[in-house]
């Protein structure tokens, strides 16, 4: 008996201690303000990564391999004074049976100018295409943009000179906010439309008013602030249409972290390839 | 004198008679002490060769990731202890070093994102105009092999009743170092990894036998970094900026039945 009253708590003991369990992982806490976005990464895959300077200013914003911005200041300011950067593209080799990577655009943005925000205003934007069955082509433009009293950008206008017309043309990009929440953005050239899109949403609150780099309208460039605050609210879908009968729509649904700032994202593209995504983040 | 002297060997030889008789029980005595020994070794603490088959339930996670719990998860242990000393302490207890052989698992894990709270719902659309694509969903999924090499301390509590029923009667615990190689896989709505990594792992747990058969339970845990095969370069799809190493923690609470032939 006495054999039995010891034996029984040892059991017990036993099999709590053998009972093995992991904890969910603890994820940065703190503000969002004391947070900056380090990458964003698929099963171990980075997707995209940040690069920072010792004043927390952005240096580098890497996409896949296909896509590098990167920014260089003057002194201490905040606003960059040059931000460059390169895209690359990938053609069939038949000789070796291989892919080739090649660099099919580059620009470089100067004379970057910004409001009391912190938003860019203006640059001036010198681009080379270098498309592998064109002649590298260049193009320079002055780039302006608007935005509302709530730091909300609501216009972008590209003015360059199109050789092929022999005239000066104008892009614009209106951008359509309500509540907070961005719903069309519309790209005419001198009138004639070219595309829209068209932003429906979840009923998950943004916070941060935090962009998200794979957010169709602004892509990483977003995540810089330099053009002003993301939506109220998360989208769940982004509607493409080129006014050619060609539409595309990508579905968004996210997690968030306590302070607010996206921790993980389901993105479905036109594909219908979804892919998860999670986002990390370094303390300041 | 000559009758002494016989006498005299006639009783050195009887006594030398008496001390062959003697020695000749005693030895006959220890051979059957011997063989109790031997048999009550083998009734009591077994042939010390175990073959382990079990269920496990199993999580795995990494530093970023929610937690991936297992659907199912089985595992097959062999090996050996080899207890000493030959005569159980206090006629009860012996202790002993396991020698696992080989330990492997197959675990199927559960998708950790359905249970996330998401913003809103990915609506899946087929189109009939598209072609089937060859979508290979595997789910996920982890696979081990590996050995270990441990302490273990048994105790029969039974084993100086006279109830020889309840002789056999052990209970065993255990920890083991475990080296292991890990496979972790997941193909699932298009997203693919394929990793591999070598493990630390550790056991500890115990069992309760009878003769050949123990029911038991363990826990097994450890962590590795693992880099996943970066499929985005190899396809050639140029999306990746190569793949990251990542640490992934792996935890089971296994149960166990164990025969001992």
């Not at chain 1, 860019?120 to 608007?146: L, M, R």
């Not at chain 2, 059957?32 to 020994?37: G, N, R």
């Not at chain 2, 069992?207 to 880099?227: P, T, V």
Request: glycine share 8%.
């Amino acid at each position: 008996m006495k054999l039995i009253k010891a034996a029984l708590p040892t059991a017990v003991m036993l099999i709590a201690s053998a009972s093995c369990t992991l904890d969910e992982p603890s994820y940065p806490d703190g503000a969002a303000s004391q947070m900056r976005l380090s990458s964003v990464s698929s099963y171990g895959v980075t997707l995209m990564k940040w690069e920072y300077d010792k004043q927390n200013r952005v240096t580098e914003i890497n996409v896949g391999r296909d896509m590098i911005y990167r920014f260089t200041y003057t002194g201490n300011s905040e606003i960059p004074s040059t931000i460059s950067g390169e895209s690359y593209d990938y053609y069939y080799d038949y000789e070796t049976d291989k892919d080739v990577r090649y660099k099919n655009g580059e620009w470089e943005w100067t004379e970057i100018k910004a409001d009391s925000h912190g938003h860019i205003t203006q640059y001036n934007c010198d681009e080379t295409d270098f498309s592998i069955d064109h002649e590298p082509s260049n193009t320079v433009s002055v780039v302006k943009f608007t935005y509302d009293s709530n730091g909300q950008l609501t216009r972008m206008e590209d003015t360059y000179y199109d050789y092929l017309q022999n005239r000066v043309v104008t892009d614009v990009d209106n951008y359509t906010w309500s509540n907070g929440l961005l719903l069309q953005r519309k790209e005419v050239s001198d009138d004639s439309h070219l595309l829209t899109n068209l932003c429906e949403y979840s009923d998950l609150d943004n916070p941060n008013r935090q962009w998200d780099p794979n957010n169709a309208i602004l892509g990483p460039m977003g995540t810089t602030g330099f053009f002003g605050v993301g939506p109220k609210k998360f989208p769940s879908r982004i509607q493409t249409d080129n006014g050619n009968y060609y539409t595309e729509t990508i579905q968004y649904a996210y997690t968030l972290l306590p302070n607010g700032l996206i921790r993980m994202s389901k993105v479905k593209d036109g594909d219908d390839i979804t892919v998860v995504m999670t986002y990390t983040y370094e303390k300041l | 004198m000559k009758k002494y002297l016989i006498i005299a060997a006639m009783t050195l030889l009887g006594i030398g008679q008496t001390n062959a008789q003697d020695y000749s029980v005693q030895s006959t005595e220890l051979a059957v002490q011997k063989e109790d020994l031997s048999s009550i070794n083998k009734r009591i603490w077994g042939k010390g060769r175990f073959l382990r088959l079990g269920y496990s339930k199993t999580e795995t996670g990494s530093q970023f990731d929610p937690v991936e719990k297992s659907k199912y998860s089985f595992f097959m242990t062999k090996g050996t202890t080899y207890r000493f000393p030959k005569k159980a302490i206090g006629g009860l207890v012996k202790i002993g070093i396991d020698a696992v052989w080989f330990d492997i698992q197959f675990s199927k894990f559960k998708s950790p994102y359905s249970d996330l709270d998401w913003s809103s719902d990915i609506i899946e659309t087929e189109d009939p105009d598209d072609e089937p694509e060859l979508d290979i969903n595997i789910g996920r999924m982890a696979f081990s092999a590996g050995m270990g090499i441990g302490p273990n301390v048994s105790v029969a509590p039974f084993a100086l009743t006279s109830i020889k029923g309840l002789q056999p009667l052990r209970a065993s615990i255990y920890f083991h170092y475990a080296p292991t190689m890990q496979i972790y896989a997941k193909s699932q709505g298009g997203d693919i990894e394929l990793s591999t990594a070598f493990c630390n792992m550790m056991n500890f747990g115990g069992n309760i036998s009878y003769r050949a058969i123990a029911l038991g339970i363990e826990g097994r845990w450890g962590k590795s970094k693992f880099k996943p095969l970066d499929f985005e370069s190899i396809l050639g799809d140029g999306e990746s900026l190569g793949s990251q190493k990542y640490t992934r923690k792996f935890a089971n609470t296994r149960f166990y039945i164990q025969f001992s032939f």
